[in-house]
């Protein structure tokens, strides 16, 4: 059974740094791009950082949101993916999902996402 | 950054009701869209990709169609289980997603 966990979320002030992780079984993960994708309360899907797979070169992109304030990464060994979000903001208050895609069925750019963890929480205020 | 708009926003149906959900692009996204279902608190699922191929395990009573642009997502028969948002999402030019249609129980 495919499954995917996030961590690591909680309370932050404005401008400090946080670490979400993404912990999955189930699958080859290596075979997998990862994602995240944020939600704020009461509101609809916003997607936040990719990597790709081994195979397509482990290349990452960033929402433009978020670049260069959150750096996602992938530790294959131990089947975990990661979102190193830095100079938080409040507007970064919001559920943080990860999500899986298959390459199979990728654009050249990006993937439809079809499993998903239940989300962490992340709150930023002072 | 493609916009992607979906009509209505809500949407009061009673089960057994066949259900049509729409969602523009502000540019073309060839068939690459997608859609999922949210019920309050969990996480989304993957419904459709490709604009109109079920993913693992969704019942045939959900259908996609569009290309381009416009797109649309079918319930043929709404059950109890369907009530929920639902989102569409391109994957053409990076990843956008719509602003979601809420489904609710007339």
């Known amino acids: 059974e495919v499954q995917l966990v996030e961590s690591g979320g909680g309370l932050v002030q404005p401008g400090r740094s946080l670490r979400l992780s993404c912990i999955t079984s189930?699958?080859?993960?290596?075979?997998?791009?990862m994602s995240w994708v944020r939600q704020a309360p009461g509101k609809g899907l916003e997607w936040v950082s990719y990597?790709?797979?081994?195979?397509?070169?482990?290349?990452?992109d960033h929402a433009a949101s978020v670049k260069g304030r959150f750096t996602i990464s992938r530790d294959d060994s131990k089947s975990i993916a990661y979102l190193q979000m830095n100079s938080l903001r409040t507007e970064d208050t919001a559920v943080y999902f990860c999500a899986r895609s298959d390459h199979r069925y990728c654009s050249s750019i990006s993937c439809p996402l079809d499993y998903w963890g239940r989300g962490t929480p992340v709150t930023v205020s002072s | 950054e493609i916009v992607m708009t979906q009509s209505p926003a809500t949407l009061s149906v009673s089960p057994g009701e066949r259900v049509t959900l729409s969602c523009r692009a502000s540019q073309s996204v060839n068939n690459n869209l997608a859609w999922y279902q949210q019920k309050p608190g969990q996480a989304p699922s993957l419904l459709i990709y490709g604009a109109s191929t079920r993913a693992t395990g969704i019942p045939v009573r959900f259908s996609g169609s569009g290309s381009g642009t416009e797109f649309t997502l079918t319930i043929s028969s709404l059950q109890s289980e369907d009530f929920a948002v639902y989102y569409c999402q391109q994957y053409n030019d990076w990843t956008t997603f719509g602003q979601g249609t809420k489904v609710e129980i007339k």
């Open positions: 189930g699958f080859t993960f290596g075979d997998y791009g």
């Open positions: 990597i790709r797979a081994k195979a397509y070169g482990w290349t990452p």
